[in-house]
Every structure is written in structure tokens, then in C-alpha cells.
């Protein structure tokens, strides 16, 4: 859990990625007294919901950290209209708009060493995984499986060059729940990976975890593995499930 007392950050800048990409720079008064370097690190919206008074909590990777600001990637799934109240604020936000911003909660980095990994994820772990990739030894290898919505989701991600890409693209995403777990098991020498790291939609998540834990028996000290979102399910009922889901499997 992120820790830290909320504080004010404030839109200091807003750009389309990709198609369904959007980047928020989030500065102001709350960037001071942050700690530094926690790219890869999450936070927590506290979108207010003026009449209810409780606020809607919804949690984001760090991207990039600056003296200007963070750098949050929000994954677009539908119009404004059609979005989560994350996803909505983040692209009708304009400069100067201010934010309730709780955290840091802690990265999930790779382990040190030369692989081979494994990165899987959809496009709300792109900017968690991006940031893994970046951190590898240039003489890493390995294999990363990303699933986009659409092919101008592709990014040029900074990488070792003996780590592969596969983009897997769904408009729907999370839809077909076997999408990446049928990538990861084509992908060869599953046995002999240092470390696989996970995340993406709940039902997806669970069919890696039969793959990756249960039927390769990568113990935890091989395997990160969490799910970030359900489909058609908002982050609080996730969030449960999510809980109920790991007391089952320890
Ligand atoms: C540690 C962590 C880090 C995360 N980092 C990021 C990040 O950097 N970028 C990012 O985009 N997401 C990230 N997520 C996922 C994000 O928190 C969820 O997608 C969240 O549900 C979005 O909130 P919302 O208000 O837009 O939608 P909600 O109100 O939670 O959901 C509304 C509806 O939209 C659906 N939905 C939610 N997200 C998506 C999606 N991406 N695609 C399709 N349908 C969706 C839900 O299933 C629901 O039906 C992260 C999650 C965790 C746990």
C-alpha cells in the first residue's frame, strides 16, 4: 500500500502517446518533499467525488520521474464517456488542473543478472514493464509479451538487444482471457528462465499463473505475478477479488 499522506499535484503537461496511450506530467507543490527515483513505483488517485464526499482511489505506475514532474501512461479504453473516472479525468485534464496524489508504493523490479526473462503484460503494466526493460543489462536476454489494442500502440522501448518484443494486439483488451498465456507457452526454454514477470487482467493473470507457477514450477523467487484490472469490473471490486484470489492460492 502506497503510505505516504496525499498531497496536491498539479497537470503540467498532457500528451497522446499512442492511439490509446495518455501521458500526464503531474508537478506542483506535491512533487516537493516526493522521493526520488521511483520510476516504476505506483500512486494512488484520489478522484474526488464532490456529493459522496469518500474519494474514488485508482492506482498508476510512475513512468518517468524529473525534476519537472512524474509521468503517468493511462491506457484508454472507450471515449470519456464511455471511460472509468481514472481514465476520463486523465484525458479531459488540462494544465493547472490539480490532482490528490497518495504514495509512492514500491517498483517490482527484475533481479540482477543476465536472464533469460520474461516480461508478459497488457497496456496498463506497457509503462511497468518499460521501465524493467531500461533497467537490464545490456547483455540481458529474453522475451517481453505485450498486448496493445492497437497496432499505433506499438512503442520504441529501450532494451537489450538480445531481449525480443512480441506486441499482441486486441481491440477489446482483457477480452479473450487466453491471449498471452498461449504467447508465453510458445515461447522456448520456459524451463531455463531466471525470472518471469506478470502482470495484466485478472482472468489472463490466473491462466499464466497455471502456466508459469503451476505447470513450470516457478517458485516465487522466480515469478512476479499480479493482476492490475478486471474486465467489467471497476478497481475497488477488483481489488477483493483480487485479495480472495491470493488467500485461495497461499
Ligand atoms: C500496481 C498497479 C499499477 C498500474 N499501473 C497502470 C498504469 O500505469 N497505466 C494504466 O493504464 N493502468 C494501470 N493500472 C491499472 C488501472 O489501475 C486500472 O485499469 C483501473 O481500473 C483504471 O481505472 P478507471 O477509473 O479508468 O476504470 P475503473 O472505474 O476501475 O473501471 C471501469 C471499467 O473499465 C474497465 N477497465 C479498466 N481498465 C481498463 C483497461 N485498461 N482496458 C479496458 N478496460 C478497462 C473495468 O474493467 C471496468 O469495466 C495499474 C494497476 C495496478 C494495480
Known amino acids: 500500500m502506497a503510505r505516504a ?3 496536491i499535484f498539479e497537470v503540467v503537461d498532457s500528451t497522446r502517446l ?4 495518455h501521458r500526464l506530467t503531474l508537478g506542483g507543490t506535491g512533487l516537493e518533499g516526493f522521493p526520488c527515483d521511483q520510476r ?13 464526499g ?3 482511489v485508482r492506482t498508476y505506475t510512475i513512468r518517468n520521474q524529473s525534476e519537472r514532474g512524474l509521468d503517468v501512461d493511462f491506457a484508454m479504453h472507450g471515449t470519456p464517456a464511455e471511460s472509468g473516472p481514472a481514465t476520463k479525468w486523465a484525458i479531459t485534464a488540462r494544465i493547472g488542473d490539480k490532482i490528490m496524489v497518495g504514495g509512492p508504493g514500491p517498483a517490482k523490479p527484475m533481479p540482477d543478472g543476465r536472464g533469460p526473462f520474461l516480461l508478459v503484460g497488457d497496456m496498463t503494466a ?3 514493464i518499460s521501465v524493467n526493460l531500461e533497467d537490464l543489462p545490456d547483455n540481458a536476454t529474453g522475451h517481453a509479451i505485450i498486448l496493445i489494442r492497437n497496432e499505433a500502440d506499438k512503442q520504441n522501448l529501450t532494451k537489450p538487444a538480445n531481449v525480443k518484443i512480441q ?12 491471449l498471452l498465456a498461449e504467447a508465453a507457452r510458445s515461447v522456448p526454454n520456459v524451463d531455463d528462465l531466471a525470472y518471469a514477470w506478470v502482470a495484466c487482467e485478472f482472468e489472463a493473470m490466473k491462466q499464466l ?4 507457477r503451476v505447470e513450470q514450477n516457478l517458485g516465487k523467487e522466480r515469478l512476479y505475478i499480479s493482476s492490475y484490472w478486471k474486465h467489467g469490473m471497476v478497481e475497488d ?4 477479488v483480487k485479495r480472495v484470489d491470493a488467500e485461495a492460492i497461499t
Open 126 to 128: 506497457l509503462p511497468a
Open 40 to 52: 516504476g513505483g505506483y500512486i494512488k488517485f484520489m478522484l474526488s467525488k464532490p456529493k459522496i
Open 209 to 212: 499463473r497455471q502456466y508459469l
Open 54 to 56: 469518500k474519494a474514488v
Open 167 to 178: 506486441w499482441l494486439v486486441e481491440e477489446d483488451l482483457g477480452a479473450n482471457s487466453a
Open 5 to 7: 499522506e496525499p498531497q
Open 237 to 240: 471490486d477488483h481489488k477483493i
Open 18 to 21: 499512442t492511439l490509446n496511450m
